[in-house]
């Protein structure tokens, strides 16, 4: 018993002393790519505008490099499999179908309960195909970055080290929670509702050890919720909207400033659809058994 102790709490160390090396070495690798690149644009005069869509894809895609690489460094440096991360693609077609599948579902349940209780309504209608794209490749770009640092590495690293993976989801959300905690507007609420947003989108993994179905369900849900229906994206805003809304209903039914992530009703379908995933993989699993 006393040796079972000393494994536990000697993993417990590792598994600490990775996230935080993973988090300063990815940190300190997109601080030294940022450097080169704003002494270049200072020096040809191609400053871009602070806030826009371009700058923050550089940033997020500054991101996706640093971290990625302090990813590997540290699997590398513990002699374990990159493939903890999840990232193959092979034989994945109908896990990204199912993000996708999944995103509309939740949203167009959330979506028009909220038109037929009279809590939203749509105020205008804009067709603006450029900034649609942009804002379908920055998300993806979003999706890409959050889910390999939080569920290919946190989760994936917390699983490898033999973490009951129910307590390894719960973790690892609310890491993906406090990573919102300086957003615009951010409320015990919205907080809560991004936990459970980590474990919806970490549900899967603790199946499949795979990214596909969390990085294209992750897409679509911020990309239908900012760009698409007009509401805040985790408190930020999302510039010119396909929808404008007018919420006339109570923060705690619509969301308010924060966005759909910031009601009661979100929670509700992030508890519904993330007991639908476990339900779904542990019935597959019995009967594989």
Excluded at 61 to 68: A, C, D, R, W
Excluded at 90 to 96: E, F, H, T, Y
Aim: proline share 3%; charged share 15%; hydrophobic share 55%.
């Amino acid at each position: 018993m006393e040796m079972k102790n000393k494994m536990l709490w000697k993993n417990i160390g590792r598994l600490v002393v990775d996230i935080l090396l993973f988090y300063v070495i990815g940190t300190l690798i997109t601080m030294f790519l940022c450097v080169p690149l704003f002494l270049i644009q200072k020096a040809l005069g191609m400053e871009m505008q602070e806030g826009s869509l371009p700058s923050f894809f550089l940033e997020r895609l500054l991101m996706l490099v640093g971290y990625l690489s302090a990813a590997i460094l540290v699997l590398r440096w513990r002699k374990l499999p990159l493939s903890l991360l999840g990232m193959s693609l092979r034989g994945r077609g109908k896990d990204l179908l199912a993000g996708l599948g999944v995103a509309v579902l939740l949203y167009a349940v959330g979506f028009g309960t909220s038109l037929l209780m009279g809590t939203v309504e749509i105020a205008s209608v804009q067709w603006i195909p450029r900034d649609l794209l942009g804002t379908l490749l920055f998300f993806l770009l979003v999706a890409v970055t959050e889910e390999v640092m939080l569920r290919g590495f946190v989760l994936g690293r917390m699983l490898s080290a033999g973490m009951n993976r129910f307590v390894a989801l719960f973790l690892s959300s609310a890491l993906f929670s406090a990573m919102h905690l300086f957003n615009p507007n951010f409320a015990l609420l919205p907080f809560v509702n991004i936990l459970l947003a980590g474990c919806l989108l970490g549900a899967s993994f603790l199946y499949t050890r795979n990214l596909c179905f969390p990085v294209v369900l992750h897409w679509f849900w911020n990309w239908l919720q900012g760009p698409v229906l007009g509401y805040e994206v985790s408190g930020m805003d999302s510039g010119e909207t396909l929808l404008t809304l007018r919420l006339t209903g109570s923060d705690l039914l619509t969301g308010g400033s924060f966005g759909f992530e910031g009601s009661l009703l979100c929670t509700v379908l992030l508890v519904v659809g993330t007991l639908a995933i476990v339900g779904y993989y542990e019935r597959r699993g019995r009967k594989e058994a």
